[in-house]
Each structure stands twice: as structure tokens, then as C-alpha cells.
């Protein structure tokens, strides 16, 4: 098909998010959240097991979590809002609803500027929510044939936040920007650990076309079951073809849920969405409105830490550093290092961090934690200074991240300080053109070649550290 014949498609995304609060209790009862390692249904009680008569309690440090969030992403934060039931049945929700917030939701608006790969794109928010996660379903094999569902507890009542876009998302790669720099925002003001791979973290993409210029939204999918960043990009890239084909063949799409298969990189039916699903809401009997206070509202704002929007900014026009990463990943680590006194250059300590600092916290994530910043200060004025060779700063400090041994105590331990001193290497000199005359005499005879071959034997006679620009100057000056 030719492209004039084409009808051309804007890509619309709307993104929901629900994340795992990180609180040490339930949302509305006191048992513990804590639930790797603990044994199924050990962490529950009559509330979070929906026995009869049980009544709930606010969890304070989950709504101050949603309220920072909203804070932190621009949201209007009305004085009051409400709790709400969503009614359906299903054996991992006991009580028969989900305490939730339907229509006065805790954050209403707000955006979340990303960068992408056409440029900084603000993507606009509908509203941020509380509630409580359901239970955890298994289902397993039985020896000899049939199936079982097993139900954990455990999982039921830990607060989650749900986070909606609007449908104004246009490709799949500021999706994916946008649930990272979410998930960074959020692991900043530290409401949630926001760990995809445990579930704190799950990300529901509905994607629709529609033809461009055109206002009224297409028919959309829900994609779930993305487990990681990558699968959210590639799992929506695959929606947009898909759907493409499907208008350019004239074949109707549906509204439906489709699940993400990551092997095959397929989305596949899940079910079918009839109209809306007519959940009953209707406000809580059990719990008063939830009134916010100027007095809560101020002492969140008060903690709030450097966000990460406006400390990419600061090492943009403080330091000129374009690296994201530097701002993103150990930002407390690499701030620590600039305050180092006397600071390093930004540039050297940046290009250090970018290079060795994220390769060696593959090996040990909380490593930027652990080690202190001075450290890479010491690192990096080593090398402006040429106290070391570039080379070798590179490997102490690679080696003082592993070993935590600190950047002098390597240097002197391995005798790497760098010879710069000219009477101390005019000896050495001496002696390489002694034994090199055919050499010196091309250099001579100006061939730049000879020169860097006798700079090297220079080199490999005080075992790297001289530092290479003295010694080709010094044998320079001797021999023209
Ligand atoms: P639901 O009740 O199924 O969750 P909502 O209307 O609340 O549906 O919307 C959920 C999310 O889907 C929001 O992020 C919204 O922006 C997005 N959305 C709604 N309609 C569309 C559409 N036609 N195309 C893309 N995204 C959409
Ligand atoms: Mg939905
Ligand atoms: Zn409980």
C-alpha cells in the first residue's frame, strides 16, 4: 500500500498505575505489609479478612503518601474528600467491595513533564486515589490432575495509590518515560519502593487511534500484565500496529482487556469490557469523609525533597551536566562528592560516575549508599590534577566501589602516583634514548612516529606512571 493512500493515525494513551504505599501497616487495619517471606494468610485479621463487624481505621502515613504525590505533581487538593465501596465479587476481594475513591479522589489534576526522544513532553493527570489491594489468587497443577486456586491474604488491605492519566499520551516511548519518571518521582519522596517485578508497580496502558486532526477519542484496549519498562514500550508498540492494520482493513476493533505475553511480544484477549462495569459505588458507611488540613498539608510540603525534574535542572545550569543519569541514579551520592572540599571539577566527577559508578552498582544496587561521595571527589582530582593517569584514576576508583578501600590508600598501595616531575624523569628519558639511537635519530629527522614509540618505552620503564604529555614534550625538546 502506498502511503498517499494511508489515512494518517494519532496515537492516544491513557496510563493507570497502581502502586504499592510504602507503609509498615495495612490500610485499614494493623497488620504488617511486610509480605515476602511470611507464611500465607499470616498476616491478616477479622478486618482485612472481611469478617463481619469488623471496622476500619485510616492508615495516616498512606494518605500522606498519596498527599505528597499530589504535591509534588501539581494536583488540586480539595478539604475534603470521601471513601467509597466498589461492589463486585471475587475470591480475592472477602468483604464483596474494594474501599476505594470514586468521584472526590484525594489529588485531582496535576502533570508530569518527561524528556523523550522528540523532546520535553508534559503529560497531563486526572486524578490520583487511595485504596486497598485484594488478596493473591494461585493457581496451581494437582498431582494427578486438575487444577486448584489457592487464596493468600496477606496481599489483602496493603494500600495502594492509583495514578490515571489523561488520554493525551502519543507514542509508546513517552508512555514508558512517563511510568519511569513517575516511578523516580516516587522513589524520591519515598511513597513507594515502586519495584515492578513484586507487583508494587503495575501499569495498565488503554491505547487507542483515531484519524488526525479528529477529536473524538477511537475505540481502546487495555493492556495489562507489563512487568517490566520495556515490555510497557513494547506492548504498546504493538497495540499501535495492531489497531493500524486492523482500521487500515476496515476490520472493527473492540473494546476489550488484552494481556501482555513478553516471550512472544504479543498482546492476546483477555476479556471482552462490556459497557462499563456498574460497580455501585457508593460513599462508606464505615468511615467519616477524610478532611485534609492546611496544617498536614504544610508540614508534607516541608519535607519535600529536592524532585527530580528540578535537580536535573541544577546540574543543567549549575555544573552543564546533559547527563540525566547523573541526576536520576545516586543524585544524594554525586551531590555529596561536589561538596567535597575542594570540590571536583562536575564535568570529571560526572564522566567517572557515568562510567564506572552505574557499572559497578549493577554488581551491589544500594551501592551509592554505602559509599561515601568524598571518594569520587578524591577520584576525580586525582585526574585533574594528573596526579594518576586518566587510566588508572579509573581503576582505583572502580576498585575503591567494590572494596570500599579508600581512592588514596590504593594509589599508595599500588604506587600509582603519577611522575610529572621533569628532573625526576630526565634520568629515565636518558637512559630509554641511550638505547633506542636509531629511534631518537627519526625523531630527529622529525618523524612523529619514533616519538610516540619512545615515549612508550618511557612509559613502560616507570611502569605507567609517568604522565605520557610531560614525557613526549621533555623527548621532544631534547631531540628537535
Ligand atoms: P476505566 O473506567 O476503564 O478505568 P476511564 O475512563 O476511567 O476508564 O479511563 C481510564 C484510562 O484510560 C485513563 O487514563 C484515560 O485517559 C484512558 N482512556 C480512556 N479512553 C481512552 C481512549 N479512547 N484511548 C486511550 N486512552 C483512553
Ligand atoms: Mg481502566
Ligand atoms: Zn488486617
Not at 324 to 345: I, K, M, N, Q
Not at 358 to 387: C, H, K, M, Q
Request: proline share 6%; net charge negative.
Amino acid at each position: 500500500m502506498s502511503l498517499a493512500t494511508k489515512t494518517d493515525y494519532e496515537v492516544v494513551v491513557g496510563i493507570e498505575i497502581h502502586v504499592q504505599l510504602k507503609t509498615a501497616s495495612k490500610m485499614f487495619c494493623s497488620c504488617s505489609t511486610e509480605v515476602r517471606g511470611a507464611a500465607p494468610n499470616s498476616n491478616t485479621c477479622p478486618v482485612c479478612l472481611g469478617l463481619p463487624g469488623a471496622l476500619p481505621v485510616i492508615n495516616r502515613r498512606a494518605v500522606e503518601h498519596v498527599l505528597a504525590t499530589g504535591l509534588a505533581i501539581g494536583s488540586a487538593i480539595p478539604d475534603v474528600t470521601r471513601w467509597d465501596r466498589k461492589n463486585y465479587f471475587y475470591p480475592d476481594l472477602p468483604k464483596g467491595y474494594q474501599i476505594s475513591q470514586f468521584d472526590l479522589p484525594l489529588c485531582a489534576g496535576g502533570t508530569l513533564p518527561v524528556e523523550s526522544s522528540d523532546g520535553p513532553v508534559v503529560v497531563q493527570l486526572r486524578r490520583a486515589h487511595l485504596e486497598e489491594d485484594t488478596a493473591r489468587l494461585l493457581h496451581q497443577d494437582v498431582p494427578g490432575g486438575g487444577r486448584v486456586s489457592l487464596v493468600d491474604y496477606n496481599r489483602s488491605g496493603i494500600p495502594l495509590m492509583e495514578i490515571v492519566t489523561e488520554p493525551c499520551i502519543g507514542s509508546a516511548e513517552v508512555a514508558r518515560r512517563y511510568a519511569e519518571e513517575l516511578r523516580l518521582l516516587l522513589l524520591t519522596i519515598g511513597a513507594s519502593d515502586a519495584a515492578m517485578e513484586d507487583g508494587q508497580m503495575r501499569v495498565e496502558a488503554n491505547v487507542s487511534l483515531r484519524p488526525r486532526g479528529t477529536e473524538a477519542l477511537g475505540t481502546r484496549t487495555e493492556v495489562k500484565n507489563m512487568n517490566s519498562f520495556r515490555s510497557v514500550e513494547r506492548a504498546i508498540a504493538f497495540e499501535i500496529e495492531r489497531q493500524t492494520r486492523a482500521l487500515e482493513t476496515n476490520e472493527k476493533l473492540v473494546q476489550e482487556t488484552r494481556g501482555w505475553d513478553d516471550t512472544r511480544g504479543q498482546t492476546y484477549t483477555m476479556r471482552l469490557k462490556e459497557e462499563s462495569m456498574d460497580y455501585r459505588y457508593f460513599p462508606e458507611p464505615d468511615l467519616p469523609p477524610l478532611r485534609t488540613d492546611a496544617a498536614m498539608i504544610g508540614a508534607i510540603r516541608g519535607r519535600m525533597p529536592e524532585l527530580p525534574a528540578a535537580k536535573r535542572i541544577r546540574y543543567r545550569t549549575d555544573y552543564g551536566l546533559l547527563d540525566g543519569l547523573v541526576a536520576d541514579v545516586g543524585g544524594d551520592y554525586f551531590d555529596s562528592a561536589l561538596r567535597f572540599d575542594p570540590p571536583p571539577d562536575p564535568k570529571v566527577a560526572a564522566s567517572l560516575f557515568s562510567k564506572i559508578a552505574l557499572r559497578e552498582r549493577n554488581n551491589v544496587p544500594n551501592l551509592l549508599d554505602i559509599r561515601p561521595g568524598a571518594e569520587l571527589a578524591l577520584a576525580s582530582n586525582l585526574r585533574t590534577s594528573g596526579a594518576i593517569s586518566s587510566q588508572n584514576v579509573e581503576e582505583v576508583y572502580a576498585e575503591h566501589l567494590r572494596t570500599g578501600t579508600p581512592v588514596n590508600d590504593i594509589v599508595a598501595a599500588k604506587g600509582l602516583r603519577q611522575m610529572n616531575d621533569s628532573s625526576e624523569l630526565a634520568a629515565v628519558i636518558d637512559k630509554v634514548i641511550a638505547a633506542n639511537e636509531a629511534a631518537a635519530a627519526d625523531v630527529r629527522a622529525g618523524k612523529d612516529q619514533a616519538l610516540k614509540f619512545l615515549t612508550g618505552q618511557v612509559m613502560k620503564e616507570t611502569r605507567g606512571q609517568a604522565n605520557a604529555a610531560v614525557v613526549a614534550q621533555l623527548l621532544g625538546e631534547r631531540l628537535k
